[in-house]
């Protein structure tokens, strides 16, 4: 640890400037990824908030929200073997103010369940995003999809799917909107068995049917990924030219006695100060960029995120340090110390 500081004191530019190139590299990989879990929130809080547990569409959806139909025998068969188990149903449409504000929303409808406020016929419960639109409880709304209005009666939070706040109605209103009787989904904590004719998806399962949510996540996620590995392939770099430089040194230090594993300490230390620093760094301007972000960015970066990437950098630089320092194994000292003085 010793030899490992000493240099650094000496060759402080060179450390400095891999140390910022980190920080930079793990702050954007931060944001990248308090981005990607904000616009989940943004996109599916809906079925997010709902606890863990089964998701059945009809057999022949094709995997898909959109074209399932649950039919009320198999809706009734469901509630004999779960009574706690609830059946839903989601179509994108529009609500519009008397001021003629046209919003985009996302219907919903579902039999009675203690995770969802209870609406009567005529009206509508909102996402308390709404609310900021100008949008008030008693405020009676239209819509292109119905001929009647509806009666604001109550705010929620956090709920919106398709990256619109969710409109919960009853399905009397929802049948006459959309022309169908039949529901899409059914929700179990548990997973029924013998239900004929129903797929059954996991809630991750059920999340990565959706198009917009699994493109959304795959694209940020594959760039956070290559951020880490640029981070792998930086230190692999640094730490190679570095010890390509001290190819004597490393030749006399052995021919003084100092064993290839102090030196590859050596290594590990100055890898493990430069990424704790870096990663300190970025970790608190990421945080505190969480508080002053503005309201349209849809960013949240957890504590555990934070950790969880801060350990795979880590990770990351401790395998790239090593693998440069794997020359350092194959160096003789008298043939180095030649090396140095040519």
């Given at each position: 640890m010793y030899m490992a500081w000493k240099e650094m004191k000496k060759n402080k530019v060179k450390f400095l400037i891999v140390g910022s190139i980190v920080s930079l590299i793990s702050m954007l990989t931060f944001i990248i990824s308090g981005l990607a879990d904000g616009l989940s929130q943004d996109n599916v809080s809906l079925i997010k908030n709902i606890p863990e547990g089964t998701f059945y569409m009809s057999g022949d959806s094709n995997d898909s929200y959109t074209q399932s139909h649950i039919d009320d025998q198999k809706l009734e068969d469901f509630k004999t073997e779960d009574e706690h188990?609830?059946?839903?149903?989601?179509?994108?449409?529009?609500?519009?103010?008397?001021?003629?504000?046209?919003?985009?929303?996302?219907?919903?409808?579902?039999?009675?369940?203690?995770?969802l406020n209870t609406v009567k016929s005529g009206e509508v419960i909102l996402d308390r995003s709404l609310k900021d639109e100008g949008i008030k409880i008693g405020d009676r709304l239209s819509s292109p999809q119905s001929e009647e209005t509806f009666e604001v009666v109550d705010f929620i939070d956090h709920q919106k799917f398709n990256h619109s706040p969710v409109a919960l109605i009853h399905s009397k209103d929802f049948n006459r909107m959309f022309r169908t009787k039949e529901y899409q989904l059914i929700y179990s904590e548990e997973t029924t068995e013998n239900m004929g004719g129903l797929q059954?998806?996991?809630?991750?399962?059920?999340?990565?049917?959706?198009?917009?949510?699994?493109?959304e996540q795959m694209t940020l996620n594959m760039i956070v990924w290559f951020l880490v590995v640029i981070s792998g392939l930086l230190f692999s770099i640094f730490f190679y030219m570095m010890n390509v430089q001290k190819i004597a040194m490393y030749g006399i230090l052995k021919a003084l006695g100092i064993r290839t594993a102090d030196l590859f300490q050596m290594i590990w230390s100055q890898m493990a100060l430069i990424t704790m620093t870096?990663?300190?760094?970025?970790?608190?301007i990421s945080q505190v960029f969480q508080v002053f972000a503005p309201d349209t960015i849809p960013y949240h970066l957890s504590?555990?995120?934070?950790?969880?990437?801060?350990?795979?950098?880590?990770?990351?630089?401790?395998?790239g340090s090593t693998l440069s320092g794997l020359q350092i194994k194959q160096i003789e000292p008298l043939q180095a110390i030649q090396q140095g003085e040519a």
């Amino acid at each position: 640890m010793y030899m490992a500081w000493k240099e650094m004191k000496k060759n402080k530019v060179k450390f400095l400037i891999v140390g910022s190139i980190v920080s930079l590299i793990s702050m954007l990989t931060f944001i990248i990824s308090g981005l990607a879990d904000g616009l989940s929130q943004d996109n599916v809080s809906l079925i997010k908030n709902i606890p863990e547990g089964t998701f059945y569409m009809s057999g022949d959806s094709n995997d898909s929200y959109t074209q399932s139909h649950i039919d009320d025998q198999k809706l009734e068969d469901f509630k004999t073997e779960d009574e706690h188990s609830f059946a839903f149903s989601l179509q994108m449409g529009a609500l519009k103010t008397q001021s003629d504000n046209q919003q985009s929303v996302a219907f919903l409808t579902a039999t009675e369940t203690p995770l969802l406020n209870t609406v009567k016929s005529g009206e509508v419960i909102l996402d308390r995003s709404l609310k900021d639109e100008g949008i008030k409880i008693g405020d009676r709304l239209s819509s292109p999809q119905s001929e009647e209005t509806f009666e604001v009666v109550d705010f929620i939070d956090h709920q919106k799917f398709n990256h619109s706040p969710v409109a919960l109605i009853h399905s009397k209103d929802f049948n006459r909107m959309f022309r169908t009787k039949e529901y899409q989904l059914i929700y179990s904590e548990e997973t029924t068995e013998n239900m004929g004719g129903l797929q059954a998806f996991s809630k991750s399962e059920f999340l990565s049917t959706i198009p917009s949510y699994q493109a959304e996540q795959m694209t940020l996620n594959m760039i956070v990924w290559f951020l880490v590995v640029i981070s792998g392939l930086l230190f692999s770099i640094f730490f190679y030219m570095m010890n390509v430089q001290k190819i004597a040194m490393y030749g006399i230090l052995k021919a003084l006695g100092i064993r290839t594993a102090d030196l590859f300490q050596m290594i590990w230390s100055q890898m493990a100060l430069i990424t704790m620093t870096s990663l300190l760094v970025a970790a608190l301007i990421s945080q505190v960029f969480q508080v002053f972000a503005p309201d349209t960015i849809p960013y949240h970066l957890s504590v555990s995120t934070t950790v969880q990437l801060s350990v795979v950098f880590f990770v990351v630089g401790f395998l790239g340090s090593t693998l440069s320092g794997l020359q350092i194994k194959q160096i003789e000292p008298l043939q180095a110390i030649q090396q140095g003085e040519a």
